[in-house]
C-alpha cells in the first residue's frame, strides 16, 4: 500500500542552519519519534531502526537511508529508504526536502514523500496510517524547531554555534493516542460539513 505526504513548515533560523541540520542525521534521529541511528556508512548513507507500535501491534523496521541527490544552490535533498519488519513486513520510500528562506531570516521547509508498506502495520488501513503519518510530522516538526531555535537564539545570545540534543531513547511511537487524535478530528470534521449542509 503507497501512502503519500506533503507537509510544510516554518523554523525561526536562517537556511544555513536548518540545511546542516537536515543533513546531518545524528541531529535528525533524535527528534524523530520512535527513531535510533545504528550506523553512518558514509556522508551519504546511514543505517538505523525504527519501532512503531498501535494497539497490540508492534512492527519493527530496520533499514538503510540513502542521499540520492543532493542540490546545495537550491538546498533541497532526495533520499531513499528502504526497511525490513522483523515478522517480514516492508517499507520503502523517496523522500525530498526544499528550503526556502522567508522574511525575518526564518526558513520554509516542504517535505514530499512516499512510502511503499507491507506487512501486518496495515491492517489499521490506508485512513489511519495517513492520519498518523500526519502526527508523527508534527512530532517530528516540533522536535526539530526546539532544537534549531534553541540553537539559533544561543548563537544569538552568547555568540556561540550548534546545540546538542540527547540521544533517542529508542522506544516505540506511542501511536494508539495518535489514533485516538485522528479518529476525534474525523468526527468533528463529520459534524462540520453536516452542519454547513443543514
Known sequence: MAIDIKETFEVDAPIEDVWSFIMDPRRVAPCMPGAQLDEVVDER????????????????????VEMTSIDEATHSVEMVAEGRETSGGTARGTM?????????????????????????IMQVGRGMIQ???HELFLQFVAAAKKHLEAAAASAV????????????????????????????AA?????????GRS
Not at 525530498?96 to 501486518?120: C, F, H, K, P, Q
Not at 511511537?173 to 476525534?184: A, F, M, S, T, Y
Open 96 to 120: 525530498i526536502s526544499r528550503l526556502r528562506s522567508l522574511d525575518g531570516g526564518a526558513t520554509e521547509m516542504v517535505i514530499e514523500a512516499n512510502v511503499d508498506l507491507t506487512g501486518r
Open 45 to 64: 548513507t546511514f543505517l538505523g531502526s525504527i519501532k512503531i507500535k498501535v494497539g497490540a501491534i508492534t512492527a519493527s523496521y530496520k533499514g538503510r
Open 131 to 133: 492520519g498518523v503519518s
Open 187 to 195: 468526527i468533528v470534521g463529520f459534524f462540520r460539513r453536516l452542519s
Open 157 to 184: 545570545e552568547a555568540g556561540a554555534t550548534g546545540s546538542e540534543v540527547a540521544p533517542s531513547s529508542g522506544q516505540a511511537i506511542r501511536v494508539v493516542p495518535l489514533i485516538l487524535n485522528v479518529i476525534w
